[in-house]
């Protein structure tokens, strides 16, 4: 089961589109409007059609817009089907096109064909913002540039990309990553965060921050939200998570 987004302008449609995709198992929210959508709630979604000719928001700056904050397919739905459009849809950030008016079958399937690609892609790939994680190669690339780090370097990286809002002392990522047999110290963690932090900050990227209270945190951050824990005020990005250490 995905969770579907969709926008159009003509309830009608929206309504098919909804009833088509939920045939599928899929949990589908329908609007027709932009101005309806959180854009909080977009990154939740697997998969987006979209409509380019609306009345109150062009769908080609829209999907322009959101494109960094998504990593999920974005499928136009349009009436438009001359080359430049859909060259120019394209362009814009929308992974396929689907052409008004359009059969039931051929909207499940070009669905279903995108949803089997991107399990097959996030499988061996992770992506956060303009961070991508190789993870059969066990690689890390920023903007498409690997990064040179360490077996344990990367191993941080991937456990706190994979375990996202969560927090983390240095003890329990010590012990994901070498496992409770292993006699060495958990301080090591620190001085691996802080080398992670100088490699990502030569290529123009500060997601570490550090905050001092009654726990030290270390958080890989995009974004930030204040949760309370214990009454404790801790700095917990949206997309990563967070390292404690009292």
């Known amino acids: 089961m995905a969770q579907i987004l969709v926008v159009d302008d ?17 949990k589908v929210t329908g609007l027709t409007s932009v101005l309806d959508l959180d854009k909080n709630s977009l990154p939740r979604f697997d998969l987006i059609l979209l409509d380019i000719m609306m009345p109150d928001v062009d769908g080609l700056q829209f999907c322009h817009e959101i494109r960094d904050q998504v990593d999920c397919p974005i499928l136009f739905i349009t009436a438009k089907t001359q080359e430049a459009d859909i060259v120019q849809g394209l362009t814009y950030g929308a992974d396929d096109y689907i052409c008004k008016p359009f059969g039931v079958k051929e909207l499940q399937a070009r669905v279903a064909a995108h949803l089997r690609r991107e399990h097959r892609e996030r499988h061996h790939k992770l ?6 994680f190789d993870l059969s190669a066990q690689e890390l690339y920023v903007e498409n540039q690997l990064l040179d780090l360490t077996k344990s370097e990367y191993g941080i990286c991937q456990f706190l990309a994979e375990n996202k809002g969560q927090v983390f002392s240095k003890e329990q990522i010590y012990t994901h990553l070498y496992g409770y047999e292993d006699k060495g110290s958990p301080t090591a963690v620190a001085e691996h965060i ?32 204040t949760l309370s824990k214990n009454n404790l005020v801790i700095l917990c990005p949206l997309p990563y998570s967070s390292i404690s250490n009292q």
């Open 194 to 225: 802080k080398n992670i932090r100088a490699k990502l900050k030569n290529v123009g990227q500060s997601p570490i921050e550090t905050v001092w209270g009654d726990w030290l945190q270390v958080a890989l951050i995009k974004k930030r939200r």
């Open 127 to 132: 992506l956060i913002g303009n961070i991508q």
């Open 10 to 26: 003509q309830e009608d449609i929206v309504q098919l589109v909804v009833k088509a995709l939920e045939l599928q198992n899929h």
